[in-house]
């Protein structure tokens, strides 16, 4: 999932206006984003699911350091800190969450795979409602939030001094970004 987590950062824009908008964009898939070296490392990685090619949803991510729920806290946490630092203490805290809102939309669509501590320590039971076992219901709500976020985002940069033209474009580049990651993501690319 990467346009969901998109959609749901262009929604906090509009609200959380100082906070720039390639900052919540970076945020909402940070964890995704630091899992790419380490599944170079082979220190997490991801297989298909058995008897599936692996595409849009068919993968078991064994992401047991970034995207363990106790992880994912420590990531959001400190990055909210940092971000705090450059732009004061309530935009770390809307880095921070929207951080963290990414493993709380992972977990809807993964299959349970997602460990609770890092490295799946103590081996307690992984979570995730498995809404990837079902796709296009999975892609609609990945493309819904993206279009309620980029709604959200045009309403409110309309309403403030940003001219009219310039938050429609970025508008509809985010719309375009949203349905590209979406087709991507659909292919299995
Ligand atoms: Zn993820």
């Known amino acids: 999932m990467i346009t969901g987590h998109f959609g749901l950062a262009a929604g906090v824009k509009s609200f959380a206006r100082p906070v720039p908008l390639w900052a919540l964009m970076l945020a909402t898939v940070w964890l995704d984003i630091i899992f790419v070296p380490l599944l170079a490392a082979h220190i997490e990685h991801i297989d298909p699911v058995p008897g599936t090619k692996g595409g849009y949803g068919e993968g078991i991510i064994h992401a047991d350091y970034t995207h363990s729920l106790l992880g994912a806290l420590i990531i959001a946490g400190v990055t909210g800190l940092l ?92 719309g375009l970004v949203g349905a590209l990651t979406l087709a991507l993501d659909l292919a299995g690319i």
């Not at 450059?86 to 349970?112: C, N």
């Not at 709500?141 to 429609?168: C, H, K, N």
């Open 83 to 174: 971000a705090a630092r450059w732009w004061g203490r309530r935009s770390g805290a809307v880095i921070g969450a929207v951080v963290f809102s990414h493993w709380l939309l992972d977990l809807t669509v993964h299959r349970a795979d997602l460990p609770l501590l890092p490295g799946n320590l103590g081996h307690l039971p992984r979570v995730g409602f498995g809404l990837w076992k079902y796709p296009w219901l999975a892609a609609s709500v990945e493309a819904a939030l993206m279009i309620i976020g980029t709604v959200l985002y045009w309403r409110s940069a309309r309403s403030t001094r940003a001219p009219g033209r310039r938050a429609a474009v970025t508008a509809a580049v985010m």
